[in-house]
């Protein structure tokens, strides 16, 4: 496995994503509550390290 190159740009509630390729997805988060364009998961932030994720299936 070797170095990846991981960006991120946050503008507001809105963050870009971008990989060695290029732009990558885009991510709203509100608070402890996210949505990723790629996963599209919805996410919450629990206290410490946990976090609840909610994937929706791909039709």
Excluded at 34 to 47: G, Q
């Amino acid at each position: 496995m070797g170095i990846m190159f991981r960006k991120r740009k946050r503008y507001g509630p809105l963050i870009l994503n971008f990989t060695e390729n290029g732009f990558s997805s885009w991510t709203i988060k509100v608070g402890r509550w996210s949505w990723n364009s790629r996963a599209r998961a919805h996410r919450v932030d629990l206290p410490g390290p946990l976090s609840w994720k909610q994937d929706k299936p791909r039709t």
